[in-house]
């Protein structure tokens, strides 16, 4: 985390949040490769941070906190990098104060395009979860179809106020939602 003041950020970054399954990966990955830009999952970087394999693998051995502090750390150290990359953050980030903290000084910096909410309703993540579940550990112990509704009401709002742009992901195909953020970048 940075202190009141230091701008260390480097490069320029359009950062990408939601919720599990709004297609902040995919859309990411497709944007970056047509940007011929770099591509970051700051989960990828958390991983390493934690020496762990998947997601799932790295709450169970290290537990939420930890997960959380790395991937507040994680998200420092990507916003220093001198480069231009997409960086898609874990849907947790957003709701860390340190990298909250971290998002808004990089966005005062001019090293941030975004963040940009990757949003889709409640009901269109659950059927993309329940379609392609992947290395998605468990939030609470509701059934997906209201953890997920619980999650987005949790999240939302400071997903709304954090965002500096929100594309409508949940009616779109990954190439639009590719297309919409080259043309977030390139504004």
């Known amino acids: 985390m940075t202190e009141p003041g230091e701008t260390p950020f480097a490069g320029r970054h359009l950062v990408l949040m939601g919720l599990r399954a709004s297609g902040k990966t995919t859309a990411g990955q497709l944007a970056a490769r047509l940007l011929n830009i770099a591509f970051i999952d700051l989960d990828a970087l958390v991983l390493r941070e934690l020496d762990s394999r998947s997601v799932t693998e790295a709450w169970t051995l290290h537990g939420e906190r930890a997960f959380r502090a790395a991937e507040a750390k994680c998200l420092g150290a990507a916003l220093q990098r001198n480069r231009e990359e997409v960086l898609a953050l874990g849907g947790g980030t957003p709701m860390i104060d340190a990298a909250r903290h971290d998002l808004q000084a990089a966005v005062v910096a001019g090293v941030v395009v975004g963040p940009v909410y990757l949003h889709a309703s409640p009901e269109v ?63």
């Open 125 to 187: 993540l659950a059927e993309r979860l329940l379609a392609a579940p992947g290395d998605r550990p468990p939030l609470s112990d509701a059934d997906l179809p209201d953890e997920v509704r619980g999650v987005y009401e949790k999240r939302d709002g400071v997903y709304q106020a954090l965002a500096e742009g929100v594309v409508e992901v949940g009616n779109l195909t990954a190439e639009a939602v590719a297309e919409r953020l080259i043309e977030i970048w390139r504004a």
